[in-house]
């Protein structure tokens, strides 16, 4: 509650957006304006054929789509972006078995001698209703050095191979899925951005605003993962010494994804004085009856100014087990 707090004292909510099993589709844009909101194309320059995912599907979405996005920018965006952000965080995605286009992602080892893959298990009856369950299968050695057991506390830690992927590639995602959202009078304050995540390539003088930050949090138990939420924060004008301009929060199962928009004008003084200050956005759907059962919630920074391949990265992840 304190943190929701303080995110009410000094942000207004310009755009929130929360999908799950039952949701109904939303289309962002006009669809008779068939002007791309990133390149500022229109037709017959460009083509509107392709339906256009404001957020990736990989994450579950399959509930939010913009009329504005060209069929350019939508393969531009799945090349150099979404393909970053899919890799860095497919081992979250894999574990949280959240069902992206092509079902929940495997993991497969570099050495092939470890691997988890999701199998889907109806639930229903004979006449097929009901829900479809995943359950995870790994596959590994009994001294493979890529698990921990301890059997004192029933917990399995496991050591996951990422796929090589570009940081900066990942914060332009997130910036990508901001502007999808974003009201028409904040998408003229970044036509910075727009221009900087059609860049063809990722390079530090592209847009020298550094560090790039992700702030991650993990919860720990069982939470939905069929479920989406956004949110895009606009700060409050008095506020204006106080933080950054516009923060972005994205919110899948276990995990929050939060970002402060790159406005190098709106936070000058903020850049000029090396400083800015924030508090993490809690995870909506683990309240604290949640946490105290399962645990705290953990959180992680992420310079995501990096514009090199990052490979042979690995991330660790624990699990609880009856037996």
């Known amino acids: 509650m304190e943190r929701l707090e303080w995110f009410k004292r000094h942000y207004d909510i310009v755009s929130h957006y929360a999908f799950g ?8 844009g006009d669809k008779s304006k068939r002007v791309c909101r990133y390149c500022g194309l229109a037709e017959p320059q460009v083509k509107f054929r392709k ?3 404001a957020i990736p599907d990989q994450v579950g979405n399959d509930w939010l789509f913009d009329h504005e996005e060209c069929d350019a920018c939508n393969e531009h965006f799945a090349k150099w972006v979404e393909d970053d952000f899919g890799k860095w965080t497919l081992p979250w995605r894999t574990l949280g078995r959240i069902k992206g286009k092509d079902g929940v992602p495997s993991i497969k080892s570099n050495d092939k ?17 009901g829900t479809v369950r995943h359950d995870l299968q790994i596959h590994m050695g009994v001294h493979d050095a890529r698990h921990e057991l301890d059997e004192a506390t029933n917990t399995v ?13 990942v914060f332009k995602c997130l910036v990508k899925m901001a502007i999808a959202v974003m009201p028409p009078e904040e998408e003229k304050r970044c036509a ?5 995540i059609l860049l063809p390539e990722h390079t530090f003088e592209s847009y020298p605003y550094k560090p790039l930050q992700v702030l991650y949090q993990f919860v720990p138990g069982p939470l939905p993962n069929d479920r989406v939420s956004l949110w895009l924060l606009r700060r409050k004008p008095e506020r204006a010494d106080d933080c950054l301009y516009m923060q972005f929060i994205l919110q899948l199962s276990n995990h929050v994804f939060q970002i402060a928009l790159p406005m190098h004008v709106e936070d000058r003084k903020h850049l000029e004085a090396g400083r800015s200050q924030t508090c993490l956005w809690p995870n909506t759907w683990a309240g604290v009856e949640h946490q105290m059962q399962y645990g705290r919630s953990g959180h992680k920074e992420y310079d995501m100014s990096g514009t090199e391949q990052v490979r042979g990265e690995t991330t660790f992840m624990t699990f609880r087990f009856d037996q």
Do not use: C, Q
């Not at 099993?21 to 962002?28: A, D, G, M, W």
């Open 21 to 28: 099993p039952n949701s109904e589709r939303v289309y962002l």
């Open 51 to 53: 339906v256009a995912h």
């Open 113 to 129: 001698e470890f691997r988890i893959d999701a199998s889907a298990k109806s639930t229903g009856g004979a006449t097929g209703a």
């Open 157 to 169: 830690k496991l050591t996951l191979d990422r796929p090589s992927y570009v940081p900066m590639g």
């Open 192 to 196: 910075h951005l727009k221009k900087w």
